[in-house]
């Protein structure tokens, strides 16, 4: 499974590209807000830094606006993942985009049939948004499974692309449930290697090595 990182703040994309944990970058306006950055300029820091494909949210409604702007956004690297809502005209989008050989990211997913629609216009991920259907008290994770089960039923390539991440466990069920991808802000992607038995673990060991006296160095 992939670990993209959902945010604009190149400080965060860097600490964790060091470790060679980010396979992408995913990023919308409201990410692009909380930068306080230019979208073409941080969208080309983060292409420069990060291999894999990096989203670009287009901010139009209509499907020809749409197209226009994902155009200019590829511009920015080759790298680029045009991310565009799942609307009829945004579905339009994607059919054009991706026809014309680029990177379609489908965001704001709530359901199979939408799931569907976009496999069907050809995008290369679906992003299903998880944390925001718990949020009114629908299974996000059940959403994954579904969305699974049709594209493997009917053999789509489109990649599974969970979004709306806000734990470690929504992070392992995607793993368990076979998401292509995860995209999580940092701070969820880092929390991955908190356990509290890992530290009450350690303390154990380190008291007992003191009482060695000895030094490996
Ligand atoms: O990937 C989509 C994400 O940025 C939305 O997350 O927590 O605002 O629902 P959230």
């Not at 919308?28 to 807000?33: A, C, F, G, T, V």
């Not at 409604?61 to 799942?86: F, Q, S, Y």
């Not at 998401?179 to 940092?186: E, F, G, L, N, W």
Request: charged share 25%; with cysteine; aromatic share 6%.
């Amino acid at each position: 499974m992939k670990f993209f990182v959902d945010t604009a703040d190149i400080d965060a994309i860097g600490k964790l590209n060091d470790l060679g944990f980010v396979d992408g970058v995913t990023t919308n306006p409201s990410l692009i807000l909380k930068s306080g950055r230019d979208i073409m300029e941080v969208t080309e820091e983060i292409c420069n830094m990060v291999d894999g494909p990096v989203s670009a949210e287009v901010v139009a409604h209509e499907t020809d606006a749409m197209v226009a702007e994902g155009r200019r956004l590829t511009k920015i690297a080759p790298n680029i993942t045009v991310k565009i809502p799942l609307t009829w005209d945004g579905l339009k989008a994607c059919r054009t985009l991706s026809d014309e050989g680029n990177m379609v990211n489908v965001t704001l997913c709530f359901s199979a049939g939408q799931a569907l629609l976009a496999a069907k216009a050809g995008a290369t991920f679906i992003s299903p948004f998880i944390g925001r259907l718990d949020d009114i008290n629908l299974d996000g994770l059940e959403l994954i499974e579904d969305i699974r089960k049709i594209y493997d039923t009917y053999g789509f390539r489109t990649e599974i692309l969970a979004a709306s991440v806000r734990t470690v466990n929504h992070v392992s069920e995607c793993a368990r449930i076979g998401a292509d991808v995860v995209t999580a802000p940092p701070n969820v992607l880092q929390n991955l290697a908190k356990h509290p038995l890992t530290d009450k673990g350690l303390a154990a060991f380190m008291a007992d090595w003191e009482k060695t006296g000895q030094k490996i160095i």
